[in-house]
């Protein structure tokens, strides 16, 4: 199947080629015909499916013919780096229109903001507390949306915005189509969605769980205190390209990115008390290969859109099965093969438990080699799951697929392999493999 199969406007088509679009994904085979036709749509896939123009799409047909200069396609997502997102995508696919977006977000001034809504658009990305500021200063006039988008409901609702929502839904009187996008369907979601759509097409893309191509692990810790050393090990014995690791706090967040930063990795964290510009700049940095590790928060890491994440790390675990659902959604896009390891402690085990029912299967326990476990033996921390068995580090030569290089021999005394990212300081200029 083709794109231009669903006969989209020529100035549309050109932005579909001007994306680099061939094949539509399954979401966007199965949702665009009923976006098109006009139906409500409840649509359930993982991060990187392609559900930015499943949706995205269809309403920049929509919007090729009809007044102009008024905001008439609302998506609501719930960071700014999602909301962001959306706004680039859409430039690219509105590139031969004549319609316009604007994202709208906290944590920048609104004079940018304020100037675009002045001059006229037809579509407005937003994070809800931002949109609420500017409809309560009299700023937007929603009255005229006759789509609206809710992107990642689920996250919308762990962060507290299911009020702000409903508070939306009252200045968006007279919508025509509804849209509801969520990887999971927790019942407060469930509940809104049975609110809000009416005689939706459901489209489901494989289970609301872990894409398949996702291998996990888990990989027993002592304490807290040793899971930096585990860490560490981990990252000098493993070939990847880029990693995601999870921390449960914006300060560990950070601490642990600078640890990394100072025994030579090139880290970046990301979490909710940075500024967006330094946001915006750990996440290029991330997805242009400045960075090769990113270190997140939950709520800061919704949206990122960075390809061959080869590994996820838990560095802590979630706090709930949706939460390592997101987490994990971070790696094995777009049907590549990706790896979650978590670092666990004896408290996790109930959320083991909880993960594994939504995997339908048991997370395979793992020993690191060349790590120091003192007197503490990884077999006893999960009992009654069968044999410990030792990870093998992937690649060829070396403990991570890497040959012996000069530049890369300092091991700051932990261990003899090739560190995947570690080079001396001072360097000139960043030394990274292909990726993977």
Known sequence: MSFSEFSFHARVQAGIQAAGYETPTPIQQQAIPAIMAGQDVLGLAQTGTGKTAAFMLPILQRLTTGPLRRVRALVVAPTRELAEQIHQATAVLAKQTRIRSVPIYGGVGKGAQLDALKRGVEIVIACPGRLLDHIKEGNIDLSQVEVLVLDEADRMCDMGFLPDIRRILKHVPNRQQTLFFSATMPDDIRTLASDILKNPTTVQIGMIAPAKTVSH????????????????????????????????????????????????????????????????????????????????????????????????????????????????????????????????????????????????????????????????????????????????????????????????????????????????????????????
Request: hydrophobic share 30%; no cysteine.
């Open 217 to 436: 692990a888990l990989y027993p810790v002592p304490d807290q205190k040793q899971k930096t050393d585990m860490l560490l090990t981990m990252l000098d014995q493993f070939a990847t390209s880029r990693v995601i690791i999870f921390t449960r706090t914006k300060h560990r967040a950070r601490n642990l990115a600078q640890k990394l930063d100072k025994v030579g990795y090139r880290a970046a964290a990301l979490q909710g008390n940075m500024t967006q510009n330094r946001r915006q700049e750990a996440i290029d940095g991330f997805r242009k290969g400045k960075y090769d590790l990113l270190v997140a928060t939950d709520i800061a890491a919704r949206g990122i859109d960075v390809s061959d994440i080869s590994h996820v790390i838990n560095y802590d675990m979630p706090d709930t099965v949706d939460a390592y659902t997101h987490r994990i959604g971070r790696t094995g896009r777009a049907e590549e093969s990706g790896e979650a390891f978590t670092l666990a402690v004896a408290d996790d085990a109930a959320m083991v438990r909880e993960i594994e029912k939504v995997l339908k299967t048991r997370l395979e326990l793992r020993r690191l080699p060349d790590f120091n476990y003192g007197d503490f033996v990884p077999e006893q921390q999960f009992p009654q799951r069968g044999p410990v068995q030792s990870a093998q580090p992937r690649g060829g030569n070396g403990r991570n697929g890497r040959s012996s290089h000069p530049q890369n021999s300092h091991r700051n005394d932990r261990g003899s392999g090739n560190g995947r990212w570690r080079s001396p300081k001072p360097q000139t200029a960043p030394q990274r493999k292909p990726n993977r």
